[in-house]
């Protein structure tokens, strides 16, 4: 029989009127609406209509009862279910609900604003939030040369996670590949397959948020135990742990713990294993005993894909060669390509005008890194014998004329300006001249622009040429 010595009902109605925004009304009053609470000044009794009814609570909403409980009722404060009975007695249940020292969820979450699912002890089944992204799946994923490998072995841990020779299966590239959206999509993918299993993607930068709130608060066996709780864990930017022993040793725990329960790890960074710095040789050796996969710059025929899908999902329609020309000129990297057909399409939207060719490469240049063809000697000369209208084997021969000379100083000029090539090479390559011949025509044509305002229109003019603008 249970003995009560206080009744709350107000406290019972505050923590009702924080709980009801967070369930559909229907849920609310059929599992919440029906409960009548019982405090004692320590346990917190809740009666309810019968056994399945307790259960389906600590199943199903725990994660957001728990809190609430604590705050109005106290840190200390302790949960258990009251049983109806047919002759009105109340019978107190038990259904491994541990309310002890929940006080550092609220502390925690109202201190960090991030996510501190491990915080939450006791429950017999966590429902844990994957923080997937919904978009990050394989079907939204480009395939190409430049991913295949990755993507491939991707998808065969999501088949069969933790049973693979994949684990760890250690994703890298440059920044705008394609990482994150990968590693979510294998985390999808296995939620999809095996519903039972536990996932959870987390960047290294919130991870180590987590630690540091956790450390404070003496609460690092509870961290860490929560992490040896997932089935598939998700780690992104791995390099992030550079420097951060703490973590280090936090994470050396987690990882060995769910490499012998067969359970499945997944990291990216943007280097291979054997470039991290600062990162303990312990954890190094076992980022090398899966699969290190790389996401290589996307070839144009990729990028044309890449193009024409964002293209779709945005709804925006562009010409084929406005397409060719994006894929042509944007650096590989996806972020780049995102932001260059948004802003092609609001600035036609805005300016009233079609997306043309025309159009792209008079935006684009201002949202995103074109590409730009290496500048060699060869070019340089090419590009100043043409515009000049001066055959190259006249440019090439000992003729010295006035003509022929100022075409050399040009090339020079443009040679010291926009390549790395010392002056001995460069005087080489043009006229077979000594880096103090060099460095006189650079300062002779300086000295041109300066003061003559063809001149320098016409060397602005082979400048563009050479730039590809």
Same mark, same amino acid.
């Given at each position: 029989m249970l003995t009560t010595t206080h009744t709350y009902g107000e406290t019972w109605e505050n923590c009702l009127a924080r709980i009801k925004p967070r369930i559909s009304e229907e849920e609310f009053a059929k599992w919440f609406s029906p409960i009548e609470p019982v405090?004692?000044?320590?346990?917190?009794?809740?009666?309810?209509?019968?056994?399945?009814?307790?259960?389906?609570?600590?199943?199903?909403?725990?994660?957001?009862?728990?809190?609430?409980?604590?705050?109005?009722?106290?840190?200390?404060?302790?949960?258990?279910?009251?049983?109806?009975?047919?002759?009105?007695?109340?019978?107190?249940?038990?259904?491994?609900?541990?309310?002890?020292?929940?006080?550092?969820?609220?502390?925690?979450?109202?201190?960090?604003?991030?996510?501190?699912?491990?915080?939450? %002890?006791?429950?017999?089944?966590?429902?844990?939030?994957?923080?997937?992204?919904?978009?990050?799946?394989?079907?939204?994923?480009?395939?190409?040369?430049?991913?295949?490998?990755?993507?491939?072995?991707?998808?065969?841990?999501?088949?069969? %996670?933790?049973?693979?020779?994949?684990?760890?299966?250690?994703?890298?590239?440059?920044?705008?590949?394609?990482?994150?959206?990968?590693?979510?999509?294998?985390g999808h993918e296995v939620r999809q397959r095996h519903p039972e299993l536990q996932v959870l993607y987390v960047s290294t930068n919130k991870f180590q948020a987590q630690y540091q709130i956790a450390n404070k608060n003496g609460e690092l066996p509870d961290f860490i135990h929560f992490y040896q709780m997932i089935d598939l864990l998700i780690i992104d930017d791995i390099q992030e742990l550079s420097g951060k022993p703490g973590t280090q040793t936090a994470f050396f725990n987690i990882f060995n713990h769910l490499q012998l329960l067969g359970k499945q790890i997944v990291l990216t960074s943007d280097k291979p294993p054997v470039e991290l710095k600062d990162?303990?040789?312990?954890?190094?050796?076992?980022?090398?005993?899966?699969?290190?996969?790389s996401l290589q710059l996307p070839d144009y025929q990729t990028k044309l894909r890449i193009i024409r899908a964002k293209c779709e999902?945005?709804?925006?329609?562009?010409?084929?060669?406005?397409?060719?020309?994006?894929?042509?000129?944007?650096?590989?990297?996806?972020?780049?390509?995102?932001?260059?057909?948004?802003?092609?399409?609001?600035?036609?939207?805005?300016?009233?005008?079609?997306?043309?060719?025309?159009?792209?490469?008079?935006?684009?240049?201002?949202?995103?890194?074109?590409?730009?063809?290496?500048?060699?000697?060869?070019?340089?000369?090419?590009?100043?014998?043409?515009?000049?209208?001066?055959?190259?084997?006249?440019?090439?021969?000992?003729?010295r004329t006035r003509e022929i000379a100022q075409a050399r100083q040009i090339a020079m000029f443009l040679a010291k300006r926009h390549t790395k090539a010392p002056l001995t090479q460069i005087g080489s390559a043009i006229g077979g001249r000594n880096h103090a011949t060099v460095l006189h025509s650079c300062k002779t044509v300086q000295n041109m622009i300066d003061t003559d305002k063809s001149f320098r229109a016409q060397v602005e003019d082979i400048e563009k040429v050479l730039l590809g603008k």
């Open positions: 405090f004692d000044g320590t346990t917190l009794s809740l009666r309810v209509p019968n056994r399945s009814y307790a259960t389906r609570i600590d199943n199903c909403y725990m994660q957001i009862l728990k809190p609430v409980i604590l705050m109005m009722y106290g840190p200390k404060t302790k949960l258990c279910y009251a049983v109806r009975i047919p002759d009105e007695q109340v019978s107190t249940v038990s259904v491994e609900t541990d309310m002890t020292d929940i006080s550092r969820h609220v502390t925690g979450t109202d201190t960090a604003k991030i996510y501190n699912p491990y915080v939450i %002890p006791g429950m017999r089944k966590m429902i844990i939030d994957p923080r997937l992204n919904p978009g990050y799946t394989f079907s939204t994923f480009i395939e190409g040369d430049c991913n295949r490998l990755a993507r491939s072995a991707g998808m065969s841990v999501a088949v069969n %996670p933790g049973n693979t020779p994949f684990n760890p299966l250690y994703i890298y590239g440059d920044s705008g590949l394609g990482k994150t959206h990968i590693v979510q999509a294998i990162i303990e040789q312990r954890l190094l050796t076992r980022f090398k005993w899966g699969m290190a996969a999902k945005s709804g925006v329609e562009i010409p084929e060669e406005v397409a060719a020309y994006l894929a042509e000129n944007i650096s590989a990297n996806v972020r780049e390509i995102e932001g260059a057909i948004s802003s092609l399409a609001a600035n036609a939207s805005f300016l009233g005008r079609r997306i043309t060719v025309s159009l792209a490469k008079e935006v684009l240049k201002v949202y995103v890194q074109m590409c730009r063809k290496e500048i060699t000697l060869e070019s340089i000369i090419d590009t100043v014998c043409g515009n000049l209208s001066i055959p190259l084997d006249r440019f090439n021969s000992t003729e």
